[in-house]
């Protein structure tokens, strides 16, 4: 018996959904009607859409910061563009690699990873903004190892259940070299500090090795221990115990560490329902600290309203449902895990910032995807959905139920 449910759990990873020609699912002219969708070609408008969007937004979120800091008002959008033109040729280029090739990559990319981020800790070689050590390099060209070490996990966790696929009886032989990883990466990061892309990475990793059939007990208990660390250490750092102490009353720290969240609330008020206009903002001349990073969500609300915020959420709604769609058509165990952990990334890195925005989760400092103002980060991130379309372009094809109909009419 426990021999069946595990070859059960094994298989349930390269389709953890019900196959969309099932009755229940055909029943549903509008879930019909996205299943006639094809993936890849779904997920390039998607992550088209979001650019186009990102594009507009940093350009209108960003003159007046851009002007004081480098003497004209489109230096920080042209910086955009620039970084979006790299990371669409890395989208194309990943695109048309095969992913199995990231298979023998896994140790390469994580010990280069792990060198990186302690690099960004060494006096020299780290690129200090804002109070926090994230970067290594000079001037624009600026790299952020973290956003590497995102990439570096998911093909490190996925190729690691693959490969232990048979020993889910045993979770300590799966759980403990992904834990391993994930706590010296994780401390590297929040020494930084950095807790926003520390939480991505937890979920990156918990989300598949949970999708990949370790016992749920097991991922719980793990997670129970991750959460009350991570509580610990919101506490014992005094910047980050303001913060989070900011976020359970903003209110009361207005003039504080509330200040940002509570001027991006008002920001997001003042838009009502269809906004100020594009440009009509008023926060961005410099009530709304990071407005064209960090914030840009709130920029969204207030100068499109929340029909702007309801486009935006239900783009990147749409881009995570075609990218488990993916996953699910996937042509092998491995292509369905990496696919996982990429839509896991971007998902969970949206409503980790948007939840900052609104005032719902303590501010981490992490981008909003593909919208937010960003080098490194933008790139990498679409570098990823490239390797997400060369696994949505070898899906499985399942057959349609209007197939099957013409083939018992003709029957």
């Known amino acids: 018996m426990s021999r069946d ?109 792990l060198v990186l981020l302690v690099a960004v800790l060494v006096p020299g070689l780290g690129v200090t903004s804002g109070g926090s050590s994230r970067w290594i390099g000079y001037g624009m060209l600026r790299l952020q190892p973290s956003e590497f070490m995102k990439l570096a996990l998911v093909v490190f966790t996925a190729d690691l259940v693959v490969r232990r696929g048979d020993r889910m009886h045993q979770p300590k032989q799966v759980i403990m070299p992904v834990l391993a990883v994930l706590g010296v990466s994780g401390l590297l990061i929040l020494k930084e500090p950095d807790m926003g892309t520390a939480m991505v990475l937890c979920c990156i990793a918990f989300g598949i090795l949970f999708m990949g059939g370790v016992p749920m007990r097991s991922i719980m208990k793990v997670l129970g221990v991750f959460v009350v660390l991570a509580i610990l250490v919101g506490i014992a750092d005094p910047y980050r115990r303001d913060r989070i102490l900011s976020f359970l009353d903003p209110t009361s720290h207005q003039s504080g560490t509330g200040y940002q969240v509570w001027q991006s609330l008002i920001g997001m008020g003042s838009g009502h329902l269809f906004g100020l206009g594009l440009g009509g903002g008023r926060e961005k001349w410099g009530s709304l600290p990071n407005a064209h990073t960090d914030f840009i969500f709130s920029v969204v609300g207030e100068e499109l309203g929340m029909i702007g915020t309801v486009a935006v959420l239900a783009l990147l709604f749409a881009l995570a449902w075609f990218g488990f769609r993916a996953a699910n058509a996937a042509p092998d165990r491995f292509g369905s895990l990496m696919a996982i952990g990429i839509t896991v990334w971007v998902t969970s890195q949206a409503v980790i910032n948007v939840g900052a925005v609104i005032g719902m989760l303590p501010v981490t400092g992490i981008p909003l995807p593909f919208v937010s103002f960003g080098g490194s980060s933008l790139v990498i991130t679409l570098a990823s959905m490239g390797i997400l379309l060369n696994i949505a372009s070898q899906e499985r094809q399942a057959e349609r139920p209007s197939t099957s109909r013409r083939r018992l009419a003709r029957a």
């Open 5 to 113: 449910r595990r070859v059960k759990a094994s298989s349930s990873t390269a389709s953890f959904s019900r196959d969309s020609s099932s009755p229940a699912t055909s029943s549903s002219g509008s879930r019909g009607r996205l299943s006639s969708i094809p993936t890849a070609p779904a997920i390039v408008v998607l992550v088209g859409v979001l650019c186009v969007v990102g594009l507009v937004m940093v350009g209108c979120a960003s003159p007046v910061v851009s002007l004081s800091l480098y003497g004209s008002s489109w230096a920080i959008l042209a910086r955009q563009c620039l970084w979006m033109g790299v990371g669409i040729v890395a989208l194309i280029l990943l695109a048309r690699i095969d992913y199995r090739r990231w298979r023998p990559l896994r140790g390469l990319l994580v010990v280069g990873s």
